[in-house]
């Protein structure tokens, strides 16, 4: 049976938990965000190397686990090139790394998305190719794919758990902790399961909303 007691007993422990797992989480979607952003530009590119490694290297890593790749850079990296990352750092990069070739697909969406008369124009004014895309595209590609990089957010949030594997004390590896020491297994993985449901739900709803008003202002 559900004791209060216990449950109140160790929320405060599920509480830091969660602060780290929110941090981790926005972490690594600020690199998700800039890499996507530059894998983006990079597959554009008409320098046919740049081009084939970033493709390259959105295939290999959407082809490969999300848990493999943060176990190569927490247990392998360091075997291999001597650098070694603290488990909460390998979860940012680990995080930003995998999903930001998914954001670079959502860049290339809104990019793709702007005008061809955009380009040209910007090319009659004699814009460098940073002031084209600083002043001309990316202000009219991002504002549209803001509600996809959100639900992206939502996504890299309740991958949170996966961190647990490199020994990072997330949500839910603080639950096995408090589940190995009291055997009680009903309270701590059902607080953990309400923690990550009071804030992904309450942030879909958010992003919903505002994909409604863009698109009512794109309307406009």
Request: proline letters at 5%; glycine letters at 6%; one cysteine or more.
């Amino acid at each position: 049976m559900w004791d209060w007691n216990y449950a109140l007993s160790v929320l405060p422990e599920l509480l830091r938990a969660l602060r780290v797992t929110v941090l981790a989480t926005v972490g690594g979607f600020a690199v998700a965000c800039i890499a996507g952003l530059m894998l983006a530009i990079a597959v554009r590119s008409r320098w046919k190397p740049l081009s084939w490694a970033a493709r390259s290297f959105v295939e290999f890593v959407r082809s490969t686990p999300l848990l493999v790749q943060v176990f190569f850079l927490y247990y392998s990296l360091p075997m291999i090139a001597g650098i070694s990352l603290s488990a909460f750092a390998v979860g940012i990069i680990g995080l930003g790394l995998h999903y930001s070739t998914y954001m670079s697909e959502v860049y290339r969406s809104g990019i793709e998305a702007v005008p061809k008369g955009q380009w040209e124009a910007a090319t009659a004014l004699n814009f460098t190719k940073a002031r084209t895309w600083l002043s001309v595209i990316l202000p009219q590609a991002i504002p549209p794919i803001i509600p996809v990089m959100g639900n992206y957010l939502i996504v890299m949030f309740k991958e949170t758990p996966i961190l647990s594997a490199i020994t990072l004390v997330e949500m839910l590896l603080a639950a096995k902790n408090i589940v190995s020491v009291s055997w009680r297994v009903f309270e701590p993985y059902t607080l953990v399961g309400v923690l990550f449901l009071l804030i992904s739900y309450p942030a879909s709803l958010l992003i919903r909303r505002l994909e409604v008003r863009m698109n009512r202002q794109r309307g406009a």
